[in-house]
């Protein structure tokens, strides 16, 4: 029963086809001319068209300057009107116009829109109706450029000076947003370099707070700077100090005079360090004349930099503290043993004897010095030689003949111990017998 019942319906859908085919067709053709005939009013949206602002010299032309508020110069336009028509309008056909002959009191401009196609048959409509403006006076001010680094350069290296090619800006606006600008900033990067930088560097405007502004209606007759940085290795050289005289009779300068802090660090080219040891400073600030008591001064040494030479910290002046120790002489008699006693490059085939220890136990001098000094002394271990080259000279002979003579010791002291006089000792030279078995290699 049921096939027969399926066989009944798929003969009837099947019976005519083709026929049934062309009627769906012939509908749906029917459908759409129909349709073409009564074309239908619809609408169609854009969204952010710009708004064309025109007649603006009406306002600049007065010295003042304007600025679109809340975003207003920016519309969504809502077309409406035969779908025939909207078919081939786009966004590009859109134009929004705020005319600023048509300034209210208020500082607004309506809005007109239209399309460059067809307006005959079309209506639009604007989310906003107006421009919404602030006019102000135009105020103008010139800035001096603030030029500064960021960043590190290499180790061992500063930055030795910053240079821009232009020192002020001229800017120009509303004159509200001009009077909040404090200041103009171009700041060059110099982070890992160890040679001079030339750059292009962006030039950034900020109120007192330092807060950055950004405004499209502020005008800059430069936008860039070029900034040129010079890169300098760094040296720690030690300071060095000159007391040009003597203190108070009976006193003497104790040891090499003492700063704060004691080594600086200059910078300059390598081709120029290289040749710095030390910073050696002489100062009439470091006389001693007449004093008897350790003296504490404070002398600048910036002007005592070789040429090409500066502190690598350029927050450093160049101010140090200088004390000069003073302290009073003290003296001491020394008995040194006759047997440290000789005489150096001595004469062949004569004799030498050195009279004064010649058959002693010991000699006596008188040093004199810082106490420290002179006790740390110990006479056992002081020599005293008769150089007889010098002595030959002082004599004025051209070699040596038998005779008595008067040469200088020389002793081997300390650099802060001074001898209390000079001390002579008695030179005998003999000639020395055939038979003599005197040993000439004495004292």
Request: glycine fraction near 6%; proline fraction near 4%.
């Amino acid at each position: 029963m049921k096939d027969s019942i399926l066989k009944k319906a798929v003969r009837m859908v099947t019976n005519n086809f083709g026929l049934k085919i062309l009627a769906v067709i012939v509908s749906c053709g029917l459908w759409v001319v129909v349709d073409n005939i009564n074309d239908p009013v619809e609408e169609q949206r854009f969204y952010n068209v710009p708004v064309d602002i025109i007649n603006a010299d009406l306002v600049t032309n007065e010295g003042k300057v304007y600025d679109v508020l809340d975003g207003t110069d920016m519309v969504n336009v809502t077309v409406k009107g035969k779908r025939s028509v909207l078919s081939y309008i786009s966004k590009e056909d859109i134009r929004a116009i705020a005319d600023m002959a048509e300034l209210t009191f208020m500082n607004t401009v309506g809005i007109r829109v239209s399309s460059t196609r067809s307006n005959s048959e079309l209506d639009f409509r604007t989310n906003i109706d107006s421009v919404k403006l602030s006019i102000e006076n135009i105020a103008q001010k010139q800035i001096p450029i603030n030029v500064s680094t960021s960043g590190e350069p290499a180790a061992g290296y500063v930055v030795g000076g910053v240079k821009p090619s232009q020192n002020v800006v001229r800017v120009s606006g509303p004159e509200s947003l001009i009077d909040q600008i404090d200041h103009i900033d171009a700041v060059a990067n110099i982070d890992g370099y160890s040679s001079d930088i030339d750059t292009s560097v962006e030039l950034k405007l900020y109120d007192a707070a330092n807060n950055e502004i950004k405004n499209s209606s502020i005008k800059k007759n430069i936008s860039t700077v070029n900034v040129t940085v010079t890169i300098l290795a760094t040296k720690i050289v030690p300071l060095s100090f000159v007391v040009p005289d003597e203190p108070a009779t009976g006193y003497v300068v104790n040891g090499e005079p003492v700063s704060m802090p004691e080594t600086v660090t200059i910078a300059g080219r390598s081709s120029i360090l290289d040749g710095v040891s030390r910073i050696t400073i002489s100062d009439p600030a470091l006389s001693v004349e007449g004093r008897t008591e350790n003296m504490t001064t404070i002398i600048n040494v910036k002007k005592y930099l070789p040429s090409g030479v500066q502190f690598a910290d350029s927050s450093f002046g160049g101010n140090v503290n200088v004390t000069v120790g003073i302290e009073q002489l003290v003296t001491k008699d020394l008995e040194i043993p006759a047997r440290n006693f000789a005489a150096s490059n001595k004469p062949e085939n004569l004799k030498l004897t050195l009279h004064e220890v010649d058959g002693q136990n010991y000699y006596t001098i008188r040093i004199s010095g810082i106490k420290s000094a002179v006790e740390s002394v110990n006479a056992v271990n002081v020599v005293g030689v008769v150089d007889m080259d010098a002595l030959l000279e002082k004599t004025g002979l051209t070699e040596w003949v038998a005779g008595v003579y008067q040469g200088e010791i020389i002793f081997n002291l300390p650099d802060n111990v001074r001898l209390a006089q000079p001390y002579l000792m008695t030179v005998v030279l003999e000639a020395v017998e055939a038979d003599d078995n005197t040993d000439n290699d004495n004292q």
